[in-house]
């Protein structure tokens, strides 16, 4: 591993930079980073085992050549499965505007917008693919310590690379997956939306499976296989997520914990804790007190 990039942590999720940031990281990672999105793109890539990282709702189990591309406005953060785990990972954002300014080059992403996205956050390139990938960011990296006359021109031309292989990925992969499979993918993810949609109603796997007219042991199975959850854990994460967003944006705890879907306060108490650390009132205070809930960057 080459250490001579490694950038030092930092608790920032606001670009400084006009087109890229780009991080290489090794180090003790946070247990939990609270959700938030961004203005910007982000792209992930894991070097190591021990991370989940999960993107309006989708959980993926993260390794080494795999990529998570996150578009502007999608809520998303990472979770490590081991207290003091040490993390190596790539981090990139790309300012919105320095992605358009490269469509030009770039005939398949601009394609591609967040909605196409959807869902769609887990990039699984061929290894040469991913190789190719990596030696990018670390012609990046070298560019960025270098800082001369040719480097913001050479750094247009290795983004918009990178750019081509993440479209490259995206674009084909829908030609790949066999008429079910598509048709399976299609139907879970008109389910994962009625979720999203509908915190306040009951979201048994019964009742979803009524509404959605399939057998509940299959449903959740396939669902479980898209997603990467079981429906039980989906409706769970979601309405905690949704619940956290109302309270750090102003709600009262308890008009969160009602509008999004838990009926019983002590439930939602102890699931709220268990996943965010912090009580549902101390979030509240913390808020009112003007502390700013800003979680660390990835």
Same mark, same amino acid.
């Given at each position: 591993?080459?250490?001579?990039?490694?950038?030092?942590?930092?608790?920032?999720?606001?670009?400084?930079?006009?087109?890229?940031?780009?991080?290489?990281?090794?180090?003790?990672?946070?247990?939990?980073?609270?959700?938030?999105?961004?203005?910007?793109?982000?792209?992930?890539?894991?070097?190591?085992?021990?991370?989940?990282?999960?993107?309006?709702?989708?959980?993926?189990?993260?390794?080494?050549?795999?990529?998570?591309?996150?578009?502007?406005?999608?809520?998303?953060?990472?979770?490590?499965?081991?207290?003091?785990?040490?993390?190596?990972?790539?981090?990139?954002?790309?300012?919105?505007?320095?992605?358009?300014?490269?469509?030009?080059?770039?005939?398949?992403?601009?394609?591609?917008?967040?909605?196409?996205?959807?869902?769609?956050?887990?990039?699984?390139?061929?290894?040469?693919?991913?190789?190719?990938?990596?030696?990018?960011?670390?012609?990046?990296?070298?560019?960025?310590?270098?800082?001369?006359?040719?480097?913001?021109?050479?750094?247009?031309?290795?983004?918009?690379?990178?750019?081509?292989?993440?479209?490259?990925?995206?674009?084909?992969?829908?030609?790949?997956?066999?008429?079910?499979?598509?048709?399976?993918?299609?139907?879970?993810?008109?389910?994962?939306?009625?979720?999203?949609?509908?915190?306040?109603?009951?979201?048994?796997?019964?009742?979803?499976?009524?509404?959605?007219?399939?057998?509940?042991?299959?449903?959740?199975?396939?669902?479980?296989?898209?997603?990467?959850?079981?429906?039980?854990?989906?409706?769970?994460?979601?309405?905690?997520?949704?619940?956290?967003?109302?309270?750090?944006?102003?709600?009262?705890?308890?008009?969160?914990?009602?509008?999004?879907? /838990?009926?019983?306060?002590?439930? /939602?108490?102890?699931?709220?804790?268990?996943? /965010?650390?912090?009580?549902?009132?101390?979030?509240?205070?913390?808020?009112?007190?003007?502390?700013?809930?800003?979680?660390?960057?990835?």
């Amino acid at each position: 591993m080459d250490m001579s990039y490694v950038s030092p942590f930092i608790v920032r999720q606001v670009m400084q930079q006009d087109d890229f940031e780009i991080f290489h990281r090794v180090d003790t990672a946070p247990g939990f980073i609270t959700p938030h999105s961004h203005d910007f793109y982000e792209m992930y890539f894991p070097r190591s085992e021990g991370v989940t990282y999960i993107v309006d709702g989708h959980r993926y189990k993260l390794g080494p050549g795999m990529v998570v591309l996150i578009p502007p406005g999608q809520t998303h953060y990472s979770d490590v499965s081991e207290a003091g785990l040490k993390v190596e990972r790539f981090v990139l954002w790309l300012n919105t505007s320095f992605v358009q300014s490269l469509t030009g080059l770039l005939p398949r992403f601009r394609k591609l917008s967040p909605e196409d996205m959807k869902g769609r956050n887990l990039i699984v390139p061929d290894p040469e693919t991913y190789e190719l990938m990596i030696g990018l960011l670390f012609s990046l990296l070298h560019e960025k310590q270098l800082n001369d006359v040719d480097s913001a021109s050479l750094n247009r031309l290795v983004v918009a690379q990178l750019l081509i292989h993440i479209s490259r990925v995206l674009s084909n992969a829908p030609s790949g997956m066999t008429g079910r499979a598509a048709r399976r993918y299609q139907d879970m993810m008109r389910v994962y939306e009625y979720i999203s949609a509908h915190l306040k109603d009951p979201l048994s796997v019964t009742e979803l499976s009524e509404i959605f007219f399939m057998d509940k042991n299959t449903l959740n199975r396939q669902f479980k296989h898209v997603t990467g959850m079981t429906l039980a854990e989906c409706v769970r994460r979601k309405r905690l997520d949704a619940a956290y967003t109302m309270i750090t944006h102003g709600a009262a705890v308890t008009e969160a914990c009602h509008e999004c879907g /838990f009926s019983d306060y002590s439930a /939602f108490y102890r699931a709220f804790k268990q996943v /965010f650390g912090i009580s549902p009132s101390a979030c509240a205070g913390r808020r009112d007190s003007g502390v700013r809930l800003q979680p660390a960057a990835e």
